[in-house]
């Protein structure tokens, strides 16, 4: 059925904004990375960087104003949970039902960190979960630290919407909000820019700019590609996995609950990331006081026993922690198409896996 939908979809990637092309991997389609592409991509992930610099070199001379602070620090939740809550937990694992506005709204955040469109977005992740540092992970940090931080996106990584995300190019509000992802992206910038000017006329705006917009984007980048790059190589792991993922306490701060990264790979589709009390997880705080109040519902949560099944078991830690390297081919060809479709198969798959291979 699944194959199906794919080959219905074949060849109809949605049409973005030329300038979308050339923003690597925030890519739609197939066609070789330009020359202009290359320039774009190098300047997304660079100049943020600049800018960042050049904001605390500012502060010998001026301390960050309250507007500046509030715009920064406003933005980057903002942004963080678009990412987290948006892009990750509610699109690409489905691991919550929202009406259109507040999947439009968190989908918009998502776009305003400047990470790609969703589509995009959640076609590597799932590409991710499903080849976790093995070959075809689009950024394991096994091949290298810096690979898996951010030089798979400098090596234009380009996602493969179809095969990883086909059956979300039917969804007309995520199709529509990735189309017009250049729009958010930019209005991100716009923004403190216009609130900066507001306050403190040309100077203030370009200051809003800076630390609303570009210091922004630069700790929004760099928090989430951690997750990707520190967290499969730094931290614990409490549950059987067949990859290197990890928990790491300070990304699981920075990134809203994301750091806790091997309870992630262990139960993709847990809305939850954070399974201790002590394991602090704001993304999940908010979906859970959205479902109080009865704006979402379908809340995806692991049950005790399900937690106790997966967790790796002290005396055989060290065996079943031979990470990375479990690869798991035969399961893994078997799948190949289910795997693709949705993250919640990819769930399926790895449980079934690891039921098949108790040595995991
Ligand atoms: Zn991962
Ligand atoms: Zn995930």
């Known amino acids: 059925m699944r194959r199906m939908v794919y080959q219905e979809s074949g060849g109809c990637n949605p049409c973005l904004h030329p300038l979308v092309h050339g923003l690597g991997f925030l890519l739609m389609s197939n066609k070789p990375v330009s020359i202009t592409s290359k320039v774009v991509l190098q300047l997304v992930v660079w100049i943020p960087l600049l800018g960042t610099a050049y904001a605390i070199f500012s502060l ?5 104003t309250p507007v500046d602070l509030t715009l920064l620090v406003v933005g980057y939740i903002l942004c963080a949970l678009g990412i987290t809550i948006g892009y990750h937990r509610m699109l690409t ?19 305003m960190a400047f990470q790609g469109p969703a589509l995009n977005w959640a076609a590597t992740h799932i590409q991710h979960h499903a080849n976790s540092d093995d070959d075809m992970d689009p950024h394991s940090p096994v091949k290298s630290f810096f690979h898996g931080h951010v030089g798979w996106i400098l090596d234009d990584f380009r996602p493969d919407v179809e095969r990883y995300a086909g059956p979300l190019l039917k969804d007309k509000l995520v199709v529509f909000i990735s189309k017009t992802f250049l729009f958010w992206a930019l209005l991100s910038l716009a923004i403190p820019f216009a609130v900066g000017y507001a306050f403190g006329g040309l100077k203030g705006g370009l200051y809003g700019f800076l630390w609303g917009g570009l210091v922004r984007m630069f700790l929004n980048h760099h928090v989430t590609w951690a997750v ?13 996995t067949t990859d290197a993922s990890r928990n790491n306490f300070v990304i699981g701060l920075l990134a809203m609950g994301e750091g806790w990264h091997n309870n992630h790979h262990a139960f993709p589709r847990s809305a939850n990331h954070g399974m201790h009390w002590w394991q602090i997880d704001p993304s999940a705080y908010v979906i859970g006081g959205l479902e109080k109040v009865g704006l979402i519902k379908k809340v995806v949560r692991i049950a005790p026993e399900r937690l106790a099944i997966r967790r790796i078991q002290a005396d055989v830690v060290e065996e079943r922690d031979v990470l990375p390297g479990v690869v798991l081919p035969s399961v893994i060809m078997e799948h190949g198409t289910a795997m693709a479709a949705a993250a919640t198969t990819v769930a399926e798959v790895v449980s079934h896996a690891a039921a098949q291979q108790p040595t995991l």
């Open 60 to 64: 010998w001379g001026r301390f960050i």
């Open 93 to 111: 694992h489905k691991g919550f039902e929202a009406p259109g506005w507040i999947r439009g709204f968190f989908l918009i955040c998502g776009s």
């Open 228 to 240: 990707n790059s520190v967290c499969h190589t730094y931290g614990g792991r409490e549950f059987v």
